[in-house]
């Protein structure tokens, strides 16, 4: 059984920085990835992150902008989200999620999901 626990959540003022962690336990395989999603009040889920957890290989969401950026520790099977530059449409629960059919970053479609950290931006 796979388990994917976010942390790091909170509330932050317009233009601050906030580092979201998920620790992940389980068997995932020899190749896959993990990535981030986020769901803002009234809106669907969308992709927001993902890595190839063996290359390191990244892909992101084209509305960041260079403000975000995703990192994994393979020893500690922690996998992080670094937010900068936060504005308040970036206020949503985010999801850690794992998918353990395919590495590429770019193709991915989790299969496991954690129960979501809110991220608040607001002065």
């Known amino acids: 059984q796979v388990q994917l626990v976010e942390s790091g959540g909170g509330l932050v003022q317009p233009g601050g920085s906030l580092r979201l962690s998920c620790a992940a336990s389980?068997?995932?395989?020899?190749?896959?990835?993990m990535g981030w999603y986020r769901q803002a009040p009234g809106k669907e889920r969308e992709f927001v992150a993902s890595?190839?957890?063996?290359?390191?290989?990244?892909h992101y969401a084209s509305f960041l902008k260079g403000r975000f950026t995703i990192s994994r520790d393979s020893a500690k099977n922690i996998l992080y989200l670094q937010m900068n530059a936060l504005e308040p449409e970036d206020t949503a629960v985010y999801y850690c999620a794992a998918d353990r059919y395919t590495p590429r970053p770019d193709l991915f479609r989790p299969n496991y999901w954690g129960q979501g950290t809110q991220v608040t931006v607001s002065s």
């Open positions: 890595i190839d957890w063996g290359s390191g290989g990244t």
């Open positions: 389980g068997r995932l395989g020899s190749a896959y990835a």
